[in-house]
């Protein structure tokens, strides 16, 4: 009789999928330096007197060191390989987050944000870069979601700790925890092995196929994904020289830079950001602020789940459509609650609640996708200059967001400020709809040959 034990048991696919995690919490850590700030803010403002403007900058100051991150990432994840890319990104994130804790001054923080906010922008480049490279075809939206995952459970446990912490006000803590997983993150991604895809750019085709055997079960299907990468690295990697000679690389970077800024002007970061100070203006006392903010977090993370199980399922359109729609209402919603003045606690209730709502239409969506799509629609010969152009936008576009949130609330209003941003949500929905190519299920070639084809964006995938 044949033993069908195995089948509950799948080596390889543990295997793959403890790779995922491990490479993923780089995204843990971005999550914990998004969230840890907002409840850090007022205390750390609070002591060094600082105006709106300097808390502007504490909080964007990573976003701009994000930026210069991503811009080297593409040349170091090229030369070092994703691997030690991300051991770098992990060591400066250490660092970044022990100055912080440390800090002595307003500048002195926003020094150190800037020193985290480029170890975030180099793993934010690499660690989806490395998963998409490590997946299998089917499994490639999800391996790629668990990095916005990761980042959705990193602002959750910021959020905790700064609920923990909030009551001494320590915000030295609530910033130094951040060290213990960048600790964590070093010693398990010595762990991972090298991607084959880069195995192979830098002529290591044995340690290549070895490594391909070892994340699939068939050594048929090892042996043609290793044909195919050589195959496509045939095509020199000059994505600068590809971008000023090749139009339809230029589509494929273009769409890049919209999806990225499509991410952040949706406005989940003016809620991570800033969730407490929403919440002021929907009348929350202190400690409610704080509690209230974790619960957001926790339904941010619990939400992302949906779209690591959908994603190559439903598609990743499909599940755009439904985020935008949601969010877009949401803000708007929102809105009408904070222009009616917030007399009562049922409206407190439901500002929360819509708050949530937008949050788990974000994390289910736009939040992990636009990372899976941004991995799959640039050509070899210009990935990392693509995905390095695509992550610097997503960095610039964030910088935007927190710098000009609390003025924005201060001028428009919160209510009209949130219109506002139901407006971009709705607008993007559109773009969506008349851009977006489905990729599910995709071969990156075959999306590579109908993109140098001049095939319409929309119409790239399926």
């Not at 995204?27 to 998004?34: H, K, N, P, Q």
């Amino acid at each position: 009789m044949e033993d069908d034990s195995t089948s509950f048991f799948d080596p390889t696919r543990f295997k793959i999928l403890a790779i995922g995690v491990v490479a993923a919490l780089a995204g843990l850590m971005s999550g914990i330096d998004i969230g840890v700030v907002s409840g850090a803010l007022a205390f750390f403002g609070k002591q060094f007197h600082a105006s709106t403007l300097a808390l502007s900058w504490v909080v964007s100051s990573m976003m701009a060191g994000a930026a210069v991150g991503s811009v080297s990432a593409g040349w170091l994840s090229h030369h070092m390989g994703r691997k030690r890319a991300l051991i770098l990104g992990a060591a400066v994130f250490a660092v970044g987050a022990a100055g912080c804790a440390l800090s002595w001054s307003i500048p002195s923080m926003i020094a150190f944000r800037v020193v985290m906010g480029v170890a975030v922008g180099l793993s934010a480049f690499t660690a989806p870069l490395y998963l998409s490279e490590i997946a299998s075809e089917d499994s490639r939206g999800a391996m790629v979601s668990t990095y916005q995952l990761m980042l959705t459970v990193g602002i959750f446990v910021a959020f905790l700790s700064d609920t923990y912490f909030s009551y001494s006000g320590d915000w030295r803590w609530m910033f130094g925890v951040a060290a213990f997983p960048a600790a964590l993150f070093l010693i398990g991604v010595l762990f991972l092995p090298y991607s084959p895809r880069w195995l192979v750019m830098q002529g290591r085709h044995r340690e290549a196929r070895q490594i391909m055997l070892d994340l699939r079960n068939d050594p048929l299907e090892a042996a043609k994904e290793i044909q195919a990468i050589r195959l496509q690295l045939e095509t020199k990697q000059d994505g600068w020289k590809l971008f000023r000679t090749n139009s339809n690389f230029r589509r494929s970077v273009g769409l890049g830079i919209m999806l990225q800024a499509m991410q952040q002007f949706a406005g989940i970061n003016i809620v991570m950001f800033y969730a407490p100070k929403i919440l002021e203006y929907a009348k929350f006392d202190t400690q409610s602020q704080v509690w209230c903010t974790a619960i957001i977090g926790m339904v941010n993370m619990f939400a992302t789940f949906v779209a690591v199980g959908l994603v190559d399922r439903w598609g990743r359109k499909p599940i755009l459509y439904v985020g935008f729609t949601v969010m877009a209402i949401a803000m708007v919603v929102l809105g009408c609650l904070l222009h009616s003045g917030m007399g009562s606690s049922g409206a407190q209730m439901a500002a929360v609640f819509v708050l949530m709502v937008f949050c788990a239409g974000h994390a289910m969506s736009a939040g992990p996708l636009m990372w899976v799509l941004c991995s799959e629609i640039q050509p070899i010969g210009g990935r990392d200059f693509g995905m390095a152009a695509s992550t610097l936008t997503n960095w610039v576009t964030n910088m935007i967001v927190g710098l000009s949130a609390l003025t924005l609330m201060e001028t428009l209003g919160a209510a009209g400020t949130f219109w506002l941003v139901g407006a971009l949500n709705a607008l993007f929905l559109i773009l969506t709809i008349l851009l977006v190519p489905e990729t599910k299920g995709m071969a990156l070639a075959v999306i590579e040959e109908r993109l140098m084809k001049g095939v319409k964006l929309r119409k790239l995938g399926r």
